[in-house]
């Protein structure tokens, strides 16, 4: 193999890159990417990019917090490095990637990293923002110095966030959500409801279990009318309504699956020769969870993208399926929430080790009277040492046994 291309240059995309050459790939090695950036770090967008902390002076663009690596790391790597390009098809046959210059760039291995951009609310009102690139986290901070006060729809991972990072900078804040607790994806309920009281006592007016009808005003947006009938005056709102997947260029090339993620085989492999998709948009069999699976978690879009970069130079007797431990945290408040396997849906919850009250826990997950999932609050060192009860199939029983003091 002599020319590999990656399409999209975030995480996944440049762990791809570096994961390549450290396997001793020498050829040419293309990163296409649609932002005018070198690849950055999403998580502390919600984060540290909106309350300043642990960031210094300057703006967001090249700040170190937000490095996937040092730029020598990434000049060592020899890319041919095309920022602000588009990938905007694929022919498999002729094994070319078109770019929206009019190009095309031939591949020998593609490894398809292209993500996924925020849901935007239904409406052309000024005010109403989303939060997936660093431009837009530079519009959320700036918008709430100068407004004070937002709506925040959605209290997924990222409205969550948002909500707690404008507490942090003062802001009056209101968090509206269509389920009745926040996370529903993945945490189970019970443990929902204390992140739920999490916000309250600091401070946000939290409205569950209504969604937005509308929003309204003349140009800007004014206000935010719920499902339930109330209305909440706003000059601004935040949207964390989930993401749609970067794959229509890959439409007619490779199988996608009904939400648009890459269909993939459990080596990372896409439906044509030479093909690999990892991290965000990436779909494909995992053995204990009993189907496939599509994670939007920054680890796994680095593990995935070894574990292709290692597949895509393989002797196909030596490819190894993927079968990551699934990771995710989350900085709400100053506190850390992890979570280890899947967290939702599940049948069983246990406290293994400390308590909601104390806002401090170690919780098991179980379906089917296995354990699915294992969930931290304030709780790293105790949380992580459970992984290796996930990588392979453990009973509820067996988990509980383990979790004895
Ligand atoms: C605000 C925020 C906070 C988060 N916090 C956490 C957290 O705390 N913990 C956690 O585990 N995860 C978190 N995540 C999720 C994590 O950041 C993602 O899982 C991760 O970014 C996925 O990486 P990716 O490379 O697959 O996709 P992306 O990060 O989406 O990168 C894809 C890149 O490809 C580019 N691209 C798209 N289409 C094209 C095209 N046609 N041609 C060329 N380039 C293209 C995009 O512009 C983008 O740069 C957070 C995400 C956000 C938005």
């Not at 849901?119 to 690139?133: E, F, M």
């Not at 900078?169 to 992140?195: D, I, K």
């Amino acid at each position: 193999m002599r020319n590999i291309v990656i399409a999209g240059a975030g995480t996944a995309g440049l762990r791809t890159a570096a994961a390549l050459r450290e396997r001793g790939f020498g050829g040419r090695l293309t990163l296409v990417g649609e932002e005018a950036h070198r690849p950055y770090s999403r998580p502390p967008l919600s984060k540290e990019a909106l309350t300043g902390v642990g960031l210094g002076e300057g703006p967001l663009a090249g700040n170190r917090a937000l490095r996937l690596l040092e730029d020598a790391e990434i000049d060592a790597l020899d890319l041919d490095f095309l920022p602000g390009t588009r990938a905007v098809g694929l022919d498999t046959a002729s094994r070319t990637v078109r770019l929206d210059d009019g190009g095309g760039i031939p591949y020998d291995g593609l490894v398809v990293a292209t993500g996924a951009r925020a849901r935007r609310p239904d409406t052309a009102l000024a005010g109403v923002h989303v939060l997936r690139t660093l431009e837009d986290a530079e519009a959320v901070r700036a918008r709430i110095a100068e407004h004070g006060r937002l709506v925040v729809v959605g209290a997924g991972f990222v409205g969550a966030e948002v909500a707690a990072s404008a507490r942090a900078l003062g802001a009056e804040v209101t968090l509206v959500e269509a389920a009745p607790t926040p996370l529903t994806r993945v945490v189970h309920p019970r443990l929902g409801s204390v992140l739920t009281e999490l916000h309250r006592e600091n401070g946000v007016d939290v409205r569950l279990g209504t969604g937005v009808r509308a929003y309204e005003g003349s140009g800007r947006v004014e206000r935010v009318r719920l499902a339930d009938g109330g209305a909440v005056e706003t000059p601004l709102v935040v949207a964390g309504i989930g993401v749609d997947l970067n794959t229509e260029w890959l439409r007619g090339s490779l199988d996608l699956m009904p939400d648009g993620s890459v269909r993939c085989d459990e080596y990372s492999a896409a439906s044509a020769p030479g093909v690999y998709a990892v991290g965000d948009l990436a779909n494909w069999p995992h053995p204990r969870y009993g189907g496939r699976v599509r994670l939007e978690h920054w680890t796994n879009a680095g593990e995935q993208a070894a574990a292709a970069a290692h597949n895509l130079l393989a002797d196909p007797r030596d490819r190894r399926p993927f079968t990551p431990v699934p990771y995710f945290w989350s900085d709400q408040y100053k506190m850390k929430i992890q979570l280890l396997g899947q967290g939702a849906p599940a049948d069983e919850v246990a406290i293994v080790h400390g308590s909601a009250e104390d806002r401090k826990f170690v919780a098991f997950l179980g379906r089917g009277g296995m354990l699915t999932g294992v969930l931290g609050l304030r709780s790293t060192p105790r949380t992580m040492r459970y992984r290796g009860l996930l990588e392979r199939p453990t009973t509820w029983e067996e988990a509980l046994a383990a979790a004895a003091p």
